[in-house]
């Protein structure tokens, strides 16, 4: 069997078609190469063929990239010489598109090559819009759902099949950026006036064939390929184009602090590649992509973003003994931000949805946030006044609990106090169903004494949303002492409907995503209370790739939630605590009445409009910045050690169950510096052996906070990774 086959017909068209067996969407594997070019050296040498036809046998797609452990094997194949084993196999895939762009032509005439179209029948991403772009004319069918892009940058590589090459020669520099640097993906009709697709069509098939039939030698020339070709936008040494090259560097690492390798190596390979012969520039591309593929970030994100990510969200961890729990009414307690948020995302998933608070007011001021939400969808052209009103008819705002009849699943996100949810908990288990399952949508209160007011504990679940809940891609699902797997498989369900990415934890303090957040803004703080520069502090974890600062974090979260968090946390540690020298700081924020970003006043000064305009200078003031101060990797270090060894507390403590849930939750969750993978990742990448040696270091010169777990102690001693010990190494390897 293959996944590619072709069908030569009366008209002399050659049609191949792409049908992966097995799935839903095709991936192009090593042996799809190889039956690839079989047929395409098939078609071109034989005369009765006059054109080729490449589609897929998917109803609405086309592909949706190539299958990495491609990748994997060539490095795997190529033994101790990975690099020249890498870049090798990439060149064969070079050849093969090369081939089809050529068609046979005569290489000094251009002519007499056989013209050949692509037919997209939908989605052609990656690989699946790097082989149309060797075609000579791409049609797709007018499918407003399809996408249509090059998303590599996303999982920490670039396209390297010739996309970067083509992109640039094909639209210029400037106008290929947001495809290739932000993986912006677009419908056909956006994506043909972009100039990725040649034409969107009705009935692509047919008007392939007619082009097919009619083409002359000229509608076969590349652009590139043709006499006195100029780059669109001017190439690196037109004066044009040096503005534009300039601008993209400077472009590329005001927004990566050059914490990302990919962009660096994927702007290297425009850039060089600009300056010489199309055919010199693949092979530049492909020195760049092995580059990238060689360093170790590549892997990492690779592993956490796509595998582990994807896995994640087909039900890795979901109990197999359980049928389908797919959410069909929702009751939502609770109407504030949170509780509008889940209410907006549970309708979008077409749940029936019942939003109640104490006051009618106050639940209609949660469905208003849907409503308004639709109103902007509809101003930027990305909803309807049809969708929204479908979509707010679904949302019952009520006061009234028996409208809670018929529920299945419960998701309680009222005010952080034990008994106003023990009280709201007896009261709608009163009124829902006996099988309905009760999750709390608590960050920082335990699932399982939040059961206790529950007659159904084994019912009762935590379902932790982070904020915005529209926006963040994380849901925390947290397992009490005595939750069943049906509450489990329902929350992981119900988060597979609403198109989120879950991780299962059990119950502990701050559960896993807080425990390892709070440390992070704490130890930030903390520098600023020993005198660093608090620019310094943020900037360190902005060049690390975190989104924020943790100072800019804490003002975004709110100071005062970070003060009864430091309360709650000191009063349940007592000596354990171990957080006074931020506490010095916070606390003179909350003192000043500085609250953070909700406040327009916190670490950050914040104009009328509230837009950060830069540190306080009152917080310099109050904590002077010392004359000397810290290197950058030991600022960064105490910030990164900071997260990654409670990660590895939770791993130890059977908080986090499983790797995978580790890394994915921390960069989705958090921001993690995306290009580490995650981390358990990152860690890996020290070697456990050099992390070990790091926490003493550390320990020593800071304190306990730093102590090398036992488990991290014990793999050093061994020489143990924690994909090596605990995952599965060869679907990390790319």
Known sequence: MTDFTMIKDA???????WDAIGKTMNVMNQQGFIDLEAHIDDALGDETVKGIILTSGKPDSFAGGMDLNVLADMKAAAGEDAAKGLFEGIMQIHTLMRKIERAGMDPKTNKGGKPIASVLPGTAVGIG??????THRSFCADNPKAKIGLPEI????????????RFVRKMGAMAASPFLLE???????????????????????????????????ADLLKPWDAKGYKMPGGAPYHPAGFMTFVGASAMVNGKTQGAFPAAKALLSAVYEGALVPFDTALKIEARWFTNILMNPSSSAMIRSLFINKEALEKGAVRPADVPDQRVKKIGVLGAGMMGAGIALVSAQAGMEVVLIDQSQEAADKGKAYSESFMDKGIARKKATPEKKDALLNLITATTDLNALEGADLIIEAVFEDPKVKAEITAKVEAVIPEDCIFASNTSTLPISDLAKASKRPEQFIGIHFFSPVEKMLLVEIIKGAETGDRAVAKALDYVRQIRKTPIVVNDARFFYANRCIIPYINEGVRMVGEGVEPALVDNAARQLGFPVGPLQLNDETSIDLGVKIAKATKEALGNAYDAGAADDVLFYLFDQGRMGRKANAGYYEYDDKGKRVGIWPGLRDKFPVSDEQPSLIDVQHRLMFSQCLEAVRALEEGVLMDIREGDVGAILGWGFAPWSGGPLSWLDMLGSAYAAERCDQLEAQFGQRFKCPDLLREMAAKNQSFYGRFGNEKAAVA
């Open 129 to 134: 819009l790097e082989l149309p772009l060797c």
């Open 154 to 165: 996303m999982v920490g590589i670039f396209p390297g099949a010739g996309g970067t090459t």
């Open 183 to 217: 993986g912006k993906l677009l419908n056909p009709a956006k994506a043909k006036a972009a100039g990725m697709i040649d034409e969107v069509s009705a009935d692509p098939m047919a008007d392939a064939r007619a082009w097919v039939l009619s083409a002359k030698d």
């Open 11 to 17: 008209d002399g068209i050659a049609t191949i078609t």
